[in-house]
């Protein structure tokens, strides 16, 4: 996805300052074309300002992409905290925050992200109405997690199909890189499908709790790039190299970090392999979905139904890519932009 990322590919670009809580964020709407622009807040230390920018501005384009795949009727945005969180979050700086998200009046609805979780999200619904995925408590839909890996489960089911003609994990080797949130959810429903799980962390405390919970998995130094037949990358994104694609010995990469793809061209290399890539921003969309169905206070089994259809979605994104000779990432960005060329004086 070459893209240039520069502010005036964006709608809006808005720098909040408050000296007496320390805030400094910004937040980046990409498009409003499909409606209010969603995304989640990351709270970071990045290096400087400009490191800060350029992730904002490619993170709220991706979620523009990443609403218009998922069907939802929203457009992209996303915001940065600049700090750690571990010692400069205070109730105050939410609030400060969350004044500033409110003055955008409903263009721009954050959600969580890195850094950020239930609870500081209710906080920040105390002074703007334009947040979502609060906690149970507060009246939200509480953590992503569980639907997000439900999405993934659903993409890798139509990668399965694709590879070896049938849409189940059963009788597979999945090896899953990172048991967090979404990672300890994901092996619970592989090993419901009959698959054989073995995972990595780098996180010892995550270890210990997958081998508590699941006994039955097998836990690895890497999986990237062990014998398995899939590869889920459910830690950090990037993880797609020139190098790893080299030496990945699965056939099917499906999972639920962003931006797996280190550099656009690791497509071809991987695909040259034959190896088929689920594209991440269509496979981790069920959190996006959930966050969508909050806001309009939809049933919880109508949301879990919606998720269920990123299989087909997928499938028809493997399927186009094989029939047009293309990337799987190629054919998912025209399936996004076959939603967004529909609207007129679109700003995407
Ligand atoms: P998390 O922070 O709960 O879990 C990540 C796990 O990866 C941690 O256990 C961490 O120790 C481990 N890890 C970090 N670096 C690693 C490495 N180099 N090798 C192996 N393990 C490593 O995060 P969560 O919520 O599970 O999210 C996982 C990924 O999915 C993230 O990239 C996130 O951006 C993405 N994602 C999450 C969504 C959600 O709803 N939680 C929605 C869409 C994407
Ligand atoms: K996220």
Redesign the pocket.
């Known amino acids: 996805r070459s893209h240039e990322l520069s502010a005036r590919a964006h709608e809006q670009v808005v720098f909040c300052e408050d000296d007496r809580s320390g805030l400094k964020a910004i937040i980046a709407i990409h498009s409003t074309a499909l409606g209010p622009a969603l995304g989640g807040t990351r709270f970071h230390p990045y290096a400087d300002e400009s490191a800060a920018l350029q992730d904002v501005l490619r993170l709220s384009w991706g979620m523009t992409y990443k609403a218009a795949a998922a069907g939802v009727d929203l457009g992209g945005g996303k915001a940065v905290i600049i700090g750690d969180p571990a010692t400069q979050k205070s109730e105050e700086l939410l609030a400060a925050y969350a004044r500033f998200v409110e003055t955008l009046g409903g263009r721009y609805i954050t959600a969580g992200?890195?850094g950020t979780n239930t609870d500081d999200l209710d906080v920040i619904g105390q002074h703007t109405r334009h947040v979502t995925g609060r906690s149970v408590a507060a009246g939200g839909s509480g953590?992503?997690?569980r639907l997000?890996a439900l999405g993934v489960f659903h993409a890798m089911r139509a990668g399965a199909e694709s590879v070896w003609g049938a849409p189940t994990l059963a009788g597979r080797t999945v090896g899953i890189?990172?048991?967090?949130?979404?990672?300890r959810e994901l092996t619970a429903l592989l090993l419901a499908d009959g698959a054989e799980v073995c995972v990595?962390?780098?996180?010892e405390a995550?270890l210990h709790r997958i081998a508590d919970e699941q006994p039955a998995v097998r836990l690895l130094s890497t999986v990237a790039t062990a014998p398995v037949d899939v590869y889920a990358p459910?830690?950090?994104?990037a993880t797609l190299t020139a190098s790893s694609a080299a030496a990945i010995e699965a056939t099917l990469i499906c999972g639920?970090?962003?931006n797996q793809l280190a550099t656009p061209a690791v497509e071809q290399a991987l695909t040259g392999r034959g190896i088929t890539w689920v594209p991440d921003f269509v496979a981790?969309g069920?959190?996006l979905i959930q966050v969508a169905g909050e806001l309009r206070t939809a049933a919880p089994a109508e949301i879990d139904d919606e998720v269920a259809e990123i299989y087909p979605r997928c499938r028809e994104i493997i399927a186009a890519a094989k029939a047009e000779g293309i990337g799987t990432g190629a054919a998912a960005n025209r399936f996004a932009e076959r939603r967004l060329d529909a609207i007129p004086g679109r700003c995407a």
């Open positions: 992200d890195v953590d992503s997690a997000t890189e990172g048991v967090g949130k979404v990672g990595a962390d780098v996180n995550a459910c830690a950090m994104g639920a970090a962003n981790n069920g959190g």
